[in-house]
Protein backbone atom coordinates (compact mmCIF):
# COMPACT_ATOMS: atom_id res chain seq x y z
CA UNK A 1 0.00 0.00 0.00
CA UNK A 2 0.85 3.43 -0.61
CA UNK A 3 0.22 7.00 0.72
CA UNK A 4 0.40 10.08 -1.07
CA UNK A 5 -0.82 13.43 -1.33
CA UNK A 6 -3.19 15.46 -3.99
CA UNK A 7 -3.58 19.14 -4.75
CA UNK A 8 -7.30 19.76 -3.64
CA UNK A 9 -9.04 22.86 -3.63
CA UNK A 10 -7.78 23.53 0.54
CA UNK A 11 -4.94 22.97 -0.05
CA UNK A 12 -3.11 19.28 -0.08
CA UNK A 13 -5.51 15.74 0.57
CA UNK A 14 -3.94 12.54 1.82
CA UNK A 15 -4.72 9.17 0.56
CA UNK A 16 -3.92 5.83 1.20
CA UNK A 17 -4.10 3.90 -1.84
CA UNK A 18 -3.96 -0.38 -2.05
CA UNK A 19 -2.60 -0.41 -5.91
CA UNK A 20 -3.26 -2.89 -8.28
CA UNK A 21 -5.12 -2.81 -11.52
CA UNK A 22 -8.38 -3.97 -9.98
CA UNK A 23 -11.63 -1.98 -10.16
CA UNK A 24 -11.02 0.87 -8.04
CA UNK A 25 -13.31 1.91 -4.88
CA UNK A 26 -12.75 5.11 -2.74
CA UNK A 27 -13.80 5.34 0.58
CA UNK A 28 -14.69 8.33 2.55
CA UNK A 29 -14.71 8.11 6.40
CA UNK A 30 -17.22 9.24 9.00
CA UNK A 31 -16.72 12.07 11.29
CA UNK A 32 -14.53 13.05 13.22
CA UNK A 33 -12.43 10.09 12.03
CA UNK A 34 -9.59 9.69 9.42
CA UNK A 35 -8.91 6.97 6.18
CA UNK A 36 -7.59 4.48 8.88
CA UNK A 37 -11.02 3.97 9.96
CA UNK A 38 -10.64 1.24 7.11
CA UNK A 39 -7.41 -0.14 8.58
CA UNK A 40 -9.13 -3.31 9.05
CA UNK A 41 -10.07 -4.05 5.62
CA UNK A 42 -8.08 -2.26 3.15
CA UNK A 43 -6.09 -5.75 3.04
CA UNK A 44 -8.78 -7.58 2.80
CA UNK A 45 -10.48 -5.48 -0.06
CA UNK A 46 -7.04 -5.66 -1.79
CA UNK A 47 -7.43 -9.86 -1.36
CA UNK A 48 -10.51 -9.39 -3.34
CA UNK A 49 -9.27 -8.01 -5.83
CA UNK A 50 -10.09 -4.45 -5.97
CA UNK A 51 -7.98 -1.21 -5.66
CA UNK A 52 -8.98 0.49 -2.05
CA UNK A 53 -8.73 4.19 -1.93
CA UNK A 54 -9.03 6.11 1.18
CA UNK A 55 -8.99 9.64 1.32
CA UNK A 56 -8.59 11.80 4.26
CA UNK A 57 -11.02 14.37 4.24
CA UNK A 58 -9.97 17.83 4.29
CA UNK A 59 -9.06 19.10 7.92
CA UNK A 60 -8.82 15.52 9.14
CA UNK A 61 -6.57 13.37 9.36
CA UNK A 62 -3.19 14.59 7.12
CA UNK A 63 -4.96 16.34 4.78
CA UNK A 64 -5.13 20.36 4.79
CA UNK A 65 -8.28 21.78 6.47
CA UNK A 66 -10.43 24.72 4.81
CA UNK A 67 -9.82 28.36 6.14
CA UNK A 68 -13.36 28.12 6.59
CA UNK A 69 -16.10 26.63 8.12
CA UNK A 70 -16.79 23.89 5.18
CA UNK A 71 -20.00 22.20 4.09
CA UNK A 72 -20.87 18.72 2.60
CA UNK A 73 -20.87 20.27 -0.75
CA UNK A 74 -17.08 21.87 0.13
CA UNK A 75 -15.81 18.39 0.90
CA UNK A 76 -17.05 16.63 -2.46
CA UNK A 77 -14.73 19.20 -4.30
CA UNK A 78 -11.38 17.07 -2.62
CA UNK A 79 -12.43 13.91 -4.37
CA UNK A 80 -11.67 14.73 -8.08
CA UNK A 81 -7.57 15.67 -7.36
CA UNK A 82 -7.19 12.12 -5.86
CA UNK A 83 -8.55 10.52 -8.63
CA UNK A 84 -7.06 12.71 -11.10
CA UNK A 85 -3.53 12.18 -8.93
CA UNK A 86 -4.34 8.45 -9.39
CA UNK A 87 -5.27 8.29 -12.95
CA UNK A 88 -8.56 6.88 -12.50
CA UNK A 89 -11.23 8.13 -14.64
CA UNK A 90 -14.45 6.77 -12.44
CA UNK A 91 -14.62 4.50 -9.34
CA UNK A 92 -17.06 3.11 -7.11
CA UNK A 93 -17.37 5.57 -4.20
CA UNK A 94 -18.07 4.69 -0.65
CA UNK A 95 -19.09 6.56 2.17
CA UNK A 96 -19.83 6.19 5.71
CA UNK A 97 -22.19 8.50 7.73
CA UNK A 98 -20.75 11.81 7.16
CA UNK A 99 -18.69 10.18 4.20
CA UNK A 100 -22.51 8.81 2.76
CA UNK A 101 -23.03 12.36 2.00
CA UNK A 102 -19.67 13.45 0.72
CA UNK A 103 -20.08 10.47 -2.12
CA UNK A 104 -23.53 11.61 -2.76
CA UNK A 105 -22.38 14.66 -3.20
CA UNK A 106 -19.50 13.92 -5.61
CA UNK A 107 -21.93 12.28 -7.63
CA UNK A 108 -24.03 15.25 -7.97
CA UNK A 109 -21.04 17.55 -8.60
CA UNK A 110 -19.27 15.39 -10.57
CA UNK A 111 -21.76 12.79 -12.32
CA UNK A 112 -18.82 11.76 -14.92
CA UNK A 113 -16.01 10.58 -12.36
CA UNK A 114 -18.40 8.07 -10.73
CA UNK A 115 -19.72 4.58 -11.47
CA UNK A 116 -22.36 3.61 -8.46
CA UNK A 117 -22.61 4.29 -5.16
CA UNK A 118 -22.45 2.63 -1.69
CA UNK A 119 -24.29 4.47 0.95
CA UNK A 120 -23.02 2.53 3.81
CA UNK A 121 -24.77 4.75 6.37
CA UNK A 122 -27.36 7.44 5.00
CA UNK A 123 -28.28 10.47 7.08
CA UNK A 124 -31.99 11.76 5.83
CA UNK A 125 -32.98 13.72 8.85
CA UNK A 126 -36.25 15.63 9.90
CA UNK A 127 -36.74 19.11 11.30
CA UNK A 128 -36.75 17.80 14.96
CA UNK A 129 -33.74 15.08 14.55
CA UNK A 130 -31.53 17.73 12.54
CA UNK A 131 -32.18 20.33 15.32
CA UNK A 132 -31.53 18.25 17.93
CA UNK A 133 -28.31 16.98 15.97
CA UNK A 134 -27.09 20.49 15.70
CA UNK A 135 -27.67 21.18 19.60
CA UNK A 136 -25.95 17.95 20.34
CA UNK A 137 -22.52 20.01 18.19
CA UNK A 138 -22.79 23.26 19.91
CA UNK A 139 -22.76 21.68 23.72
CA UNK A 140 -20.51 18.37 22.78
CA UNK A 141 -18.06 19.13 20.14
CA UNK A 142 -18.07 23.16 19.53
CA UNK A 143 -17.46 23.87 23.62
CA UNK A 144 -14.82 21.14 23.51
CA UNK A 145 -11.94 22.37 25.88
CA UNK A 146 -8.34 21.55 27.05
CA UNK A 147 -7.92 20.92 30.28
CA UNK A 148 -4.34 21.01 32.38
CA UNK A 149 -5.45 17.89 34.09
CA UNK A 150 -5.99 15.97 31.19
CA UNK A 151 -9.59 14.70 31.92
CA UNK A 152 -10.98 16.13 28.64
CA UNK A 153 -9.23 12.70 27.16
CA UNK A 154 -10.72 10.59 29.80
CA UNK A 155 -14.12 12.30 28.50
CA UNK A 156 -13.58 11.67 25.29
CA UNK A 157 -12.43 8.38 25.58
CA UNK A 158 -15.42 7.11 28.17
CA UNK A 159 -17.35 8.94 25.43
CA UNK A 160 -16.16 6.63 22.17
CA UNK A 161 -16.30 4.18 24.47
CA UNK A 162 -20.03 4.00 24.72
CA UNK A 163 -20.47 4.16 21.23
CA UNK A 164 -18.66 1.89 20.09
CA UNK A 165 -20.00 -0.24 22.60
CA UNK A 166 -19.13 -3.18 25.58
CA UNK A 167 -15.97 -5.17 24.77
CA UNK A 168 -14.62 -2.86 22.32
CA UNK A 169 -10.69 -2.93 22.15
CA UNK A 170 -9.75 -0.37 24.71
CA UNK A 171 -6.64 -0.06 21.85
CA UNK A 172 -9.18 0.82 19.19
CA UNK A 173 -10.59 2.99 20.75
CA UNK A 174 -7.79 4.98 22.35
CA UNK A 175 -6.87 5.28 18.62
CA UNK A 176 -10.56 6.45 17.86
CA UNK A 177 -9.94 9.08 19.84
CA UNK A 178 -6.42 10.05 18.53
CA UNK A 179 -8.17 9.97 14.69
CA UNK A 180 -10.76 12.81 16.34
CA UNK A 181 -7.81 15.36 18.00
CA UNK A 182 -5.09 14.95 14.74
CA UNK A 183 -6.56 16.97 12.27
CA UNK A 184 -5.50 20.28 11.40
CA UNK A 185 -9.16 21.61 11.74
CA UNK A 186 -11.71 21.80 14.28
CA UNK A 187 -13.04 18.12 14.84
CA UNK A 188 -16.45 19.69 15.19
CA UNK A 189 -16.34 20.87 11.60
CA UNK A 190 -17.48 17.35 9.88
CA UNK A 191 -20.38 16.96 12.17
CA UNK A 192 -20.93 20.57 11.57
CA UNK A 193 -21.27 19.51 7.65
CA UNK A 194 -23.27 16.75 8.47
CA UNK A 195 -26.31 17.96 9.99
CA UNK A 196 -26.54 21.08 8.17
CA UNK A 197 -27.03 18.55 4.89
CA UNK A 198 -30.43 17.60 3.54
CA UNK A 199 -29.59 14.33 2.47
CA UNK A 200 -33.45 13.64 2.16
CA UNK A 201 -33.10 15.84 -0.78
CA UNK A 202 -30.42 15.02 -2.49
CA UNK A 203 -31.18 11.03 -1.86
CA UNK A 204 -33.87 12.00 -4.92
CA UNK A 205 -31.29 13.29 -7.19
CA UNK A 206 -28.74 10.36 -7.51
CA UNK A 207 -29.13 8.99 -10.78
CA UNK A 208 -26.06 5.87 -10.40
CA UNK A 209 -26.77 2.58 -9.38
CA UNK A 210 -26.53 3.10 -5.58
CA UNK A 211 -26.27 0.16 -2.52
CA UNK A 212 -27.84 1.19 0.55
CA UNK A 213 -25.63 -0.82 3.20
CA UNK A 214 -26.02 -0.81 7.13
CA UNK A 215 -26.39 -2.50 9.88
CA UNK A 216 -28.95 -3.30 12.27
CA UNK A 217 -27.18 -2.24 15.53
CA UNK A 218 -26.03 1.02 13.73
CA UNK A 219 -27.41 3.78 15.50
CA UNK A 220 -28.74 5.98 12.37
CA UNK A 221 -30.02 2.35 11.04
CA UNK A 222 -33.76 3.25 10.71
CA UNK A 223 -32.82 6.32 8.75
CA UNK A 224 -31.13 3.51 5.91
CA UNK A 225 -34.60 1.80 6.39
CA UNK A 226 -36.03 5.42 5.76
CA UNK A 227 -33.55 6.60 2.59
CA UNK A 228 -34.68 2.72 1.10
CA UNK A 229 -38.07 3.86 1.43
CA UNK A 230 -37.11 7.23 -0.28
CA UNK A 231 -35.47 5.08 -3.03
CA UNK A 232 -36.56 2.15 -3.18
CA UNK A 233 -34.91 1.16 -6.13
CA UNK A 234 -31.22 1.46 -4.58
CA UNK A 235 -30.03 -2.42 -3.78
CA UNK A 236 -30.23 -2.76 0.23
CA UNK A 237 -27.90 -4.72 2.60
CA UNK A 238 -28.09 -4.73 6.23
CA UNK A 239 -25.11 -6.94 7.97
CA UNK A 240 -26.61 -7.82 11.56
CA UNK A 241 -25.05 -6.20 14.97
CA UNK A 242 -22.36 -3.94 14.82
CA UNK A 243 -22.54 -0.56 16.04
CA UNK A 244 -20.54 2.55 14.56
CA UNK A 245 -18.26 0.51 13.66
CA UNK A 246 -19.36 -1.88 11.71
CA UNK A 247 -16.26 -1.74 9.62
CA UNK A 248 -14.12 -3.30 12.90
CA UNK A 249 -16.63 -5.13 13.72
CA UNK A 250 -17.61 -7.35 10.85
CA UNK A 251 -14.98 -7.03 8.56
CA UNK A 252 -14.98 -9.97 6.77
CA UNK A 253 -19.11 -9.56 5.93
CA UNK A 254 -18.55 -6.09 5.58
CA UNK A 255 -16.15 -6.68 2.60
CA UNK A 256 -18.47 -9.53 1.35
CA UNK A 257 -21.12 -6.90 0.98
CA UNK A 258 -18.62 -4.47 -0.32
CA UNK A 259 -16.71 -6.76 -3.54
CA UNK A 260 -19.89 -7.97 -4.70
CA UNK A 261 -21.76 -4.64 -5.47
CA UNK A 262 -18.10 -3.55 -7.17
CA UNK A 263 -17.78 -6.53 -9.01
CA UNK A 264 -21.49 -6.68 -9.83
CA UNK A 265 -20.65 -3.19 -11.76
CA UNK A 266 -18.53 -4.66 -14.22
CA UNK A 267 -20.95 -7.50 -15.38
Not at 53 to 78: H, K, N, R
Amino acid sequence: MKRGYADGPFGQVHFLDTQGDGPPLILCHQAPMTLRQFDSVYPLLRDQGLRAVGIDTPGFGLSDAPDFVPSVADYAEAVPPVLDQLGIDQAVLLGHHTGALIVTEVALQFPGRVQRLILNGPVPLKHDERQAFIKMVEDNEKSFEHHVDGSHLSNLYADRYQWAGEGTDPALVTRYVVEQLQGFGPFWYGHNAAFAYDHAKTLTQITHPTLILTNTGDQIYEHAKWSHELRPDFDFVAIEGGAIDIVDQRPNEWVEAVAAYVRSATL
